[in-house]
């Protein structure tokens, strides 16, 4: 991965910080000063940690090979998901509050068959990998995971074998956190084209995630995105937080 270690050596980049939090802390401390000053300074701090941490994190050669087998990495750009999955548990692993992988490609206009055989291959394997591997670490019970896309498909063809966005009716997957296993909620019209109950984010986080079969996780919650992506969030005060991702 490019642009991963900084190009100045730590020492000066750290003199450099010190100069600049230094103003920060000076204008900080003045009557009338914007608010947002305290958290720039600890964003600036936050970077230069993570400037140390990060080439480390996503170094995945130090993952036995076992590992990398079970998530499926392979060389070549094929494998990019699976390395993604193993870095987004690595980074989880290490306490990172939010963290989002992606896999692209989703845009079948034309040609769904072949494209969905691709895109589904790519994906099955290091997903159920690093379920398995955040379960065998005590992670999965802290841990939201949230699986999903942007939209949907039309079921109606678009061209001759294409198919155009639907932004009415799709689904997603959640694991891990307590949240029950083999619950559904929801559904589409007969044609599934549009959801049967629709839902805002905040609606259906409040009715299922806090609902009777659900507990707070004690650390971390996972969710997923747009493209096929994860996120991962740890709540400082031991409690699910809304993440809602579009």
Known sequence: MPNVKAVRDAALQRKQLDLIQAMNRELAAQRGAPDPVEGIIQSYELGFRMQTRVPELL??????????????????????????????????????????????????????????????????????????????????????????SEFGRQPASQGPDGRDHNITGYSMFLAGAGVKKGFSFGGTD?????????????????????????????????TSSPSLAFHAVRSGVGQIRQSVCC
């Open 59 to 148: 170094d995945i050669s130090r993952e036995p090979q076992h590992i990398r087998d079970a998530y499926g990495i392979p060389n070549g750009p094929e494998s990019a998901f699976a390395r993604q999955c193993l870095m987004a548990r690595r980074l989880s692993e290490a306490g990172v509050r939010f963290v989002e992988i992606c896999q692209s490609g989703w845009d079948h206009h034309s040609n769904p068959n072949k494209g969905l055989i691709d895109r589904c291959g790519s994906i099955d394997q290091p997903t159920a990998a690093l379920l398995a591997d955040l379960d065998i670490r005590g992670l999965l019970d802290e841990t939201l995971v949230l699986f999903g």
């Open 190 to 222: 007969e044609f599934g084209l549009k959801s049967s109950c629709p839902s805002r984010p905040s609606g259906w986080h409040h009715r299922n995630l806090r609902g009777k079969q659900y507990q707070r996780p004690r650390r971390r919650q996972w």
